[in-house]
């Protein structure tokens, strides 16, 4: 099926199961332990195997010992570039997964050792010698930035941003910076490779498996169709498991040469610096407005590193299409540094970018004495900013802002930072706009309907804590008119058909809308079986109907069932009209005066996300994303160690996660919404939209509490505590 306009009348509108906050199917599985994660399957004669980091960050290895490992009891080979065979690299990787002779980041595998046991494999681990030649590396983002690049990664420019700026009557000149951060997701890395004949078989935590199949056929250099990937739950990625990674490459060299299945995961320190994370960012935002309100000027530059062949984090991606501005200048640059690899992270690009500009935004808003709320309002813009022939396919920002501004009791704030004082604490409240672009890729799904009356759903989408199990289900229940316990949903195995997969905030949109376009050839097919005319069926009470006649489905699938494989491919629309969702954030915090501490009081998030599929589900993902926009904002960070060129901080005792006690009140309103532009489902993602702007709410909540602008997240009791002094 192709989307090419604007979605009309469909099935999905009776919402009868489709716009419910339901409970997730698979929720029982979880909360029994019978989900079965990939360290969990039981794979008949498996082995295990640990991984050696390297501990140099750039460089090359001089000599391997493992002959010490070799003889320790119970070690059955240790694999390294020397005995592994050639290797490829992922199409999305920088470097390659196993290190040999060229060291590219510290802690990446230079060895994996492979025993019966667990205890036995870690224990050997420590006795392969490595003898390295290391090199001087590039670690620090800011000297990077100091020295300049030759040209720009990505540049965008509109009208004449640097007279417009200096004229402007009102300006804003900032820098805000961003440390690194880690995905920190509770599932660690883990795979469990088997090979039969040239065949592999790879259970492994993944969000998308038709890459990881791709990416792993690409580094062992065999055929896409001799390698299956298994992932039915996957426990959180956010966006780290996009790509394959060592655990998964070093089990299938390991079991390829020991001839048994062999399980790797790795430990939670090596998640830290052998695997992705975000990379830090320098953002210098400059603002000229009249002095009505009315952007005048906006320029957006950014600094970001990455190993050599990456991409910056894009931080200005937002800044393109938030305001209007009739001037307006977004530049990301890109340091080669030396770190551990950077790729996407929940949100890439507006996450961090939101942070500086809605600071910025906010900073503005004071020197115009214009309540914040009413400056974005002032300048919205129902137009593409850079293409104002293109406009948006819906766009609800306003609302946002206004529905949050009364819900959380907006009037009562004082502008004038530091007037509210409750015994020690100092309380303020700060808001801030959210944004997130709107991505839409291709998906495939088969939906069948036995003997029965049973419907089955089978895609290769992954469900990574997200609820893709539910929302699938209620999207053939909802086309197909029965009820949501009569639907099956199989996910996650790369034989089955090849989803849009889980990320980017398009997983949901796009994968129901697959499942949407097998159901309607499914739907064409039972009426024709019965000789009812497809376009005038009905679908209802497990019946297919054309008047007052009805047949049950299980009688027209017939004892062998029906079933069909479809999926949908999007069109030029996203070209047509700017798609994005929107929202607005509001937090109220506590600044301790004498300590500096600052405690999260309360929060509110509005949001316009196309139709919502699952409420409970949706919800539960904004209230994820809004708490690590806390902790982005005041307690995490990756900390370089400028000698070894690595993150010193690699656990989850030393980097700082909010837990619950950080988070003590949260509120998630949906406005109600359809946008027919983006699919059948007229859905949009909303994952990610929830942790875009909090970083910026709790900052400017925490200067209208005790006044004091701290430009350098996360927002510590260090740098709040030199203000009020």
Known sequence: MKFTEAAGANPTDAMRVL?????????????????????????????????????????????????????????????????????GIGEDHKVPMLAGPQVD?????????????????????????VDYSAADGAFDLADAAARGADKPFRSNGHGDFDRA???????????????????????????????????????????????????????????KDKVRIVAHHVGGGFGGKLWVRADAVLAAVAARQVGRPVKVVLSRPQMFNNTTHRSSTIQRLWLGAAADGRLQAIAHESWSGDLPGGSPEGAGAQTRQLYAAPNRRVVEWLAELNLPESSAMRAPGEAVGMMAIEAAMDELAEKLAIDPVELRVLNDT?????????????????GCLRE?????????????????????????????????????????????IAGDGRVTVTTDMTDIGTGSYTILAQTAAEMLGVELDQVTVR????????????????????????????????RDRIAEAVGFHPATARFAEGRVWSG???????????????????????????????????????????????TAEVRVRRMLGVFAAGRILNPKAARSQILGAMTMGVGAALTEELVVDPRLGGFINHDL???????????????????????????PMKAKGAGELGICGVGAAVANAVYNACGVRVREYPITVDKVLVGLE
Not at 196 to 213: C, F, I, K, P, Y
Not at 558 to 581: N, W
Not at 658 to 674: G, K, R, Y
């Open 165 to 223: 700026f200096a004229d402007a009557p009102v300006q804003v000149d900032a820098t805000y910076t961003t440390p690194d951060h880690a995905h920190a997701m509770m599932e660690p890395y883990a795979s469990i490779a088997a090979w039969e004949g040239d065949a592999l078989t790879l259970w492994t935590a993944n969000q998308m498996v038709d890459w990881a199949a791709r990416d792993m056929a690409k580094i062992l250099k065999m055929p």
């Open 382 to 398: 129902q137009v593409d900013p850079e293409k104002p022939e293109r406009r948006f396919s819906h766009r609800d920002l306003i």
């Open 491 to 522: 996910l996650g195995e790369s034989s089955f058909p090849v989803s849009a997969g889980s990320g980017g905030q398009f997983g949901a949109n796009s994968s129901t809308a697959g499942v949407y376009a097998a159901c309607v050839g499914l």
């Open 19 to 87: 716009g419910r906050p339901t409970d997730r199917i698979e929720g029982p599985l979880k909360v029994s332990g019978r989900a079965t994660y990939a360290a969990e399957f039981a794979v008949a004669g498996q082995v295990y195997g640990v991984v050696v980091g390297t501990t140099i960050a750039t460089g090359r290895i001089v000599s391997i010992d493992a002959a010490d490992a070799l003889a320790a009891p119970g070690v059955l080979a240790v694999v390294t570039h020397e005995n592994a065979g050639p290797l």
């Open 653 to 679: 005792a030393e980097y700082h996660v909010p837990t619950h006690a950080d988070i003590p009140h949260q509120e998630v309103v949906f406005l109600d919404e359809t946008d027919p532009y983006s699919s």
């Open 404 to 448: 949050g501004a009364e819900r959380f009791g907006w009037r009562e704030r004082n502008p004038v930072p530091g007037r509210r004082r409750e015994g020690r604490w100092l309380v303020g409240v700060g808001m801030a706009a959210a944004y997130r672009g709107n991505m839409v890729l291709k998906s495939a799904a088969r939906v069948g």
């Open 105 to 129: 980041q510290l802690g990446q595998a230079v060895a994996l050792v492979v025993a019966e046991s667990f205890e036995a494999a870690r224990a050997a681990s420590k006795l392969v010698q």
């Open 548 to 594: 007052n006649q009805s047949v049950a489905l299980g009688e027209a699938a017939g004892g062998a069932g029906i079933e069909v494989e479809d999926r949908i491919e999007f069109g030029d629309l996203t070209k047509k009209f700017v798609q994005a969702t929107f929202g607005a954030h509001f937090v109220e915090v506590g600044v301790d005066a004498d």
